[in-house]
């Protein structure tokens, strides 16, 4: 099972939510009933790659502390989420940490795409892995099932202006990750930049991108340094997949996925 912490004490709760740059707490009433079984299956999930603290709380003295009607939930069940991005960059702020709060719907589908999506920076900037666990998250990422974006620059440079700005109005929807390139074969960026068939030459200026979910991928022809351009490839994609709905792993509530699966056709 998951290592998910008790914090049933302030005190600790203030520890563990700076104890690394993600961490996430379980607010219920008691340990059981359906949300609780959710949270500790997505929790299990997370756990496998690690680079998250995950912990629960059945203490109004911890929670009151953390829910207000400003996050949409003033009472359990709901889920915190400390990170130390910064919302606007995705760059991490030294002793600087931005809390979400999940307030529902307690499916496994929703929790999942909340937590996995923001467990990681609005642009996973590489070879930089800001942070010792960020190796674990992009795991993470990598593994799930969201459409992912990937620029590649050939220059020194910070994530353009553009691709900040694409990565903000597509947040939910998609991960994003930004590549800055060697002309290299070792560089690990020309690698997976090569794997998508495209060549160094092929950066210039602007850089380029590809984005891909499962089997289906596109590669961007305009400039990459354009963010009406981008963004309009980005929302034609995803617009054109089925929505990524994660499944539970084992053992999972097998009537709800039915339910969702029907009202999916009827759309």
């Known amino acids: 099972s998951a290592e998910i912490k008790e914090l049933a004490q302030p005190t600790d709760t203030v520890y563990f939510s700076k104890s690394t740059e993600v961490a996430v707490m379980g607010c219920f009433e008691k340990a059981s009933g359906d949300e609780f079984i959710v949270f500790q299956s997505v929790a299990a999930h997370l756990d496998k790659f690690g680079g998250v603290a995950l912990g629960t709380t059945t203490t109004k003295a911890v929670w009151s502390r953390y829910l207000s009607a400003e996050d949409g939930a003033e009472a359990p069940p709901a889920v915190v989420l400390w990170t130390a991005f910064d919302p606007d960059t995705g760059k991490i702020r030294k002793g600087k940490k931005t809390k979400l709060v999940f307030a529902g719907p307690f499916t496994y589908a929703a929790l999942y795409k909340f937590l996995v999506r923001e467990s990681q920076p609005l ?19 990598m593994q799930s099932g969201f459409p992912k974006l990937f620029v590649f620059h050939g220059k020194e440079k910070d994530a353009s202006e553009a691709l900040v700005q694409v990565a903000n109005e597509n947040k939910a929807k998609l991960l994003v ?26 950066l210039g200026k602007s850089g380029a991108a590809v984005i891909f979910q499962g089997p289906s991928m596109e590669v961007f022809k305009g400039d990459a340094a354009s963010a009406e351009e981008l963004g309009k490839f980005v929302r034609e994609f995803v617009e054109g997949q089925d929505e990524f709905v994660p499944k539970e792993e084992a053992g999972g509530d097998k009537k709800k996925s039915k339910k969702k699966k029907a009202k999916k056709s009827e759309m």
Do not use: C, S
């Not at 642009?123 to 993470?140: A, N, S, T, Y």
């Not at 800055?180 to 495209?198: A, C, P, R, S, Y």
């Open 123 to 141: 642009v996973l900037r590489l070879p930089e892995r800001e942070g010792p666990d960020f190796q674990k998250r992009q795991q993470l990422a």
């Open 177 to 202: 990750f930004h590549y800055l390139v060697n002309d290299d074969k070792e560089d690990e960026g020309w690698n997976t930049m090569n794997q998508f068939g495209i060549e160094y030459k092929d």
